[in-house]
């Protein structure tokens, strides 16, 4: 699987030979049930890249193939000479890459072994705005809907968020739910995307305006006697305070860049079941954890908080949700609270390392790491992640890494590896065993469908080995995979993320089994809601008053934000006039290292923006005797660097705005690196750009690249 929606798929190596002859969905996985996108078969079957297929070492400035030996006593070395100077003088980066078992491991190794609070998953890049806003609400992780509620809601909003691309096998169950009568799809998005182009409505809010419409639409459901009062009043808390600090709906509209009849139509929406779906465009925001829970605030308010209806976060990465849950990143294993000295007593026990060990705090997130590289870290240990590419600001990312002992290991070259001292080449999917959770709680096995090649190993197999070179007797001889699974699932027992109940027999049987799981026949559904008895006679629930919620807060009751918004960290001025905003493309995935094709990245811009760089362009078309091809080429200025990128006009695009994809390595040396003060999120969606003609060595150089 490529991205969150968990889709099974078939893969069958050839007869002779190593890799995979055929790939297609599982017709047998109760995800997908045989559905696969056509991104998640391709890259499986054919990705493209530079496949790492052997250690390397850094000599005399250059990397240089070395036998697994060398390799792993040079890391061994540097990260131990490192750690020598105290637990957070290591930095650990992992990935929602990896399985569930080697997400634990690492996480075992980063808090348990070092001991450092420099540690982060890739979570903190895409969901940590999300989580946070969860836990704010319910005292727990993850939505409460599941993939099951999708054809029950009557309403569908996306907001801030593409499955169309991110997510094309979620987003056919979105489609045909949406199309059956009196349901609709409306989406929220500055951009009008391939989802707004299938909705039947769009809003087109201003670029960072998601705060302040969602607190329009919350003004205009009160207005309008939209609150499920008895909800309200039996299952929640903050209320009559929120009310009291709501803006003018009209005003807050304004704000957010959209007319009070867009505002009128999605609090009508919300009168019926609705899901309401967000991703990036919300998360990776200085406002991300406000602007999350405003639109759960919404849920709670007009009572979509049962099956069918709900806040529903779409997750990225493939395991992203099983990292939140096994890695010991923002909570101990199972969702534990990191601070809790019962809970810290307890992982501390079952790991066998004293808990005086244990960082204090879960650590600044990636962005905070890469700050103290150079202080406090001196050496940095990624795992299948790409932080020269993915992080924001990345010229500083680049110029921190270059000043630290870097062990890499991943399945393909990328731009991280080029300034590693030590590269480990590690097993990727298809190749590797374990289990991995989708963004709907659902746990599903990875079979290796094909033999490892002689220079690779797996990352579990890699974390272990380090591991016993590092921290002796921290892990009871090599690591397996069903072994590692037994140990964090039993340490989730009793947890709001219990898996307990989930063992390599039963996900055997069953394919796919979604948490809370606390006994071997018990399987979750949507959280936090029980109905009553059903009728004997019509199978249904006819008495409302039966219904009951139960949170994981003090209260037990779900719980309103306060969260006031932050004025965005570079607006817009003469200098830099443009927006940049960064999203997905459909067939790309991540920092494009197995899909990347263009070069260099394609900058889409209104046909207004177009018009208004086009005289400059030809203008220094003409002074470069450059070829007429040349005018479709620009440079994008932000205050830390500059890019060439092919220029396309795109009537999708707002004026003012430049979209870039996030897939292209040079596209992150743009953003800015400030975060959501609680989550620690990066603000990628919005910095202030400028359009400047290409200088004639750019162009050369690309036309040179494509010849």
Not at 368 to 386: H, K, L
Not at 491 to 515: N, Q
Request: overall charge negative.
């Amino acid at each position: 699987m490529r991205c969150a929606v968990g889709c099974g798929h078939v893969q069958q190596s050839p007869e002779r030979g190593y890799g995979l002859e055929t790939v297609r969905g599982d017709p047998s996985h109760p995800v997908n049930q045989g559905l696969a996108c056509q991104r998640g078969v391709s890259e499986t079957a054919d990705p493209g890249g530079e496949w790492l297929t052997r250690p390397l070492v850094r000599e005399d400035g250059e990397l240089v193939p070395t036998t697994w030996e060398s390799a792993l006593q040079r890391a061994a070395e540097g990260l131990g000479t490192a750690h020598e100077a105290g637990g957070d003088s290591v930095a650990v980066l992992g990935s929602g890459q990896q399985t569930n078992e080697a997400a634990y491991a690492l996480g075992k190794l980063a808090r348990g072994g070092f001991g450092t609070r420099y540690y982060d998953a890739n979570t903190t890049l895409c969901m940590a705005s999300a989580v946070t806003a969860y836990y704010d609400a319910f005292g727990s992780d993850a939505p409460p809907p599941t993939y099951d509620d999708i054809p029950e809601a009557e309403t569908h909003v996306v907001w801030g968020a593409n499955p169309a691309a991110a997510h094309p096998v979620m987003f056919r169950w979105i489609r045909q739910s949406a199309a059956e009568d009196d349901s609709e799809l409306i989406v929220v998005d500055p951009v009008h995307s391939e989802t707004a182009e299938v909705a039947d409505h769009h809003v087109p809010l201003e670029p960072g305006g998601d705060l302040a419409l969602a607190r329009a639409v919350l003004a205009r459901v009160i207005e309008t006697d939209g609150v499920d009062e008895a909800f309200v009043d039996e299952a929640t808390i903050g209320f009559a305070e929120l009310r009291a600090d709501l803006p003018d709906a009209a005003d807050a509209a304004e704000m957010a860049g959209v007319s009070m009849a867009d505002v009128d139509r999605l609090a009508a929406a919300l009168e019926d079941p609705s899901l309401l779906y967000w991703g990036m465009g919300i998360n990776q925001s200085v406002n991300g954890t406000a602007a999350a829970g405003a639109l759960i605030d919404l849920c709670l308010a007009t009572g979509n908080l049962r099956p069918g209806s709900g806040p529903f976060s779409l997750t990225g990465q493939a395991n992203s949700m099983g990292t939140r849950v096994c890695s010991s990143k923002g909570s101990w294993p199972g969702h534990r609270p990191f601070a809790d000295p019962e809970h810290r007593r307890e992982v501390a026990e079952t790991w066998d390392v004293p808990v005086s060990r244990f960082p204090d705090d879960p650590g600044p997130g990636p962005v905070g790491i890469v700050d103290a590289i150079g202080d406090d870290v001196d050496a940095v240990y990624a795992v299948a992640t790409n932080p020269v590419a993915g992080m924001p600001d990345t010229t500083r990312v680049r110029e921190k890494l270059e000043d630290s002992f870097l062990v890499v290991q991943d399945a393909f070259r990328s731009e991280t590896v080029d300034y590693a001292d030590v590269v480990l080449p590690a097993a990727t999917w298809g190749e590797s065993e374990g289990t991995t959770t989708n963004m709907e709680r659902t746990v599903s096995r990875v079979r290796a469908a094909t033999e490892t090649p002689s220079g690779v190993r797996t990352d579990l197999a890699l974390i272990g080995q380090l591991g016993d070179r590092l921290v002796p007797d921290l892990f009871d001889g090599p690591l397996e995979p069903e072994a590692v699974f037994d140990e964090f699932v039993a340490l989730t027992a009793g947890t709001p993320a219990d898996l307990s109940g989930i063992s390599y027999d039963r996900l055997e049987a069953e394919h796919a089994v979604r948490w809370p799981a606390p006994a071997p026949d018990v399987a979750g559904g949507y959280r936090y809601y029980e109905a009553g008895e059903p009728d004997d006679a019509t199978g249904s629930v006819d008495d409302p008053s039966d219904e009951s919620w139960s949170f994981y807060t003090q209260s037990g009751r779900a719980r309103f934000s306060m969260n006031e918004a932050r004025a965005l960290p570079e607006p817009t001025d003469e200098t830099y006039p443009f927006t940049l905003t960064t999203a997905r493309r459909p067939d790309a995935y991540n920092t494009g290292v197995r899909t990347r094709e263009d070069e260099p990245p394609t900058a889409r811009v209104s046909p207004a923006t177009a018009v208004a760089f086009a005289d400059e362009l030809a203008a220094a078309a003409e002074e470069t005797e450059a070829d007429e091809e040349d005018d479709r080429f620009a440079r994008v200025v932000s205050r830390r660097a500059s890019v060439t990128v092919s220029v396309e006009t795109d009537e999708a695009i707002p004026d003012g705005v430049v979209w870039l994809p996030i897939h292209h390595p040079d596209v992150n040396d743009l953003t800015l690196p400030d975060v959501d003060p609680r989550s620690n999120e990066p603000n990628f969606k919005q910095c202030a750009v400028r359009l400047e003609p290409p200088r004639e060595r750019d162009v050369r150089a690309v036309a040179e690249a494509s010849a």
